[in-house]
């Protein structure tokens, strides 16, 4: 399972590293200390936080939040598979997206609650990139 430093867990959320380090002080969100001694925080544990603090509105006030050439950097937060299609969902700062896409992509990917993705919008489309 993938893990994210404080940095990139603040990134995903759409909010300062300060905030997202508060919030791991306060027990938001658990975290674990890596062999360098830096805080981690389980992918999953932060797409369920993400989801958290979406719908709680717990993020800044002042946060900007972009959608420059329309990709949305973001957590995987749920994935459901069909015998064909699956559905992914992904929680982007304040943003959830859901895409549609067939469940081979979605196994060529690899993609599972907890990985962080990025969704493109272009029209109605949504595109998962894996990065």
Do not use: C
Request: no cysteine; net charge negative; glycine share 10%.
């Amino acid at each position: 399972m993938q893990s994210y430093t404080i940095g990139q867990a603040a990134r995903l959320l759409g909010v300062s590293p300060d905030t997202a380090r508060r919030w791991a002080d306060a027990g938001k969100v658990a975290t674990h200390r890596d062999d360098g001694g830096r805080r981690l925080i389980d992918g999953r544990d932060l797409a369920a936080f993400s989801i958290e603090v979406a719908q709680n509105g717990t993020g800044e006030d002042d946060a900007s939040y972009t959608s420059a050439r329309n990709a949305f950097p973001g957590i995987v937060t749920a994935v459901t598979l069909g015998d064909v299609a699956a559905q992914v969902e992904i929680q982007a700062g304040p943003h959830r997206l859901v895409s549609l896409l067939t469940r081979e992509a979605v196994e060529e990917l690899g993609l599972e609650v907890g990985m962080q993705a990025t969704a493109r919008v272009k029209s109605t489309s949504v595109h998962i990139d894996r990065t």
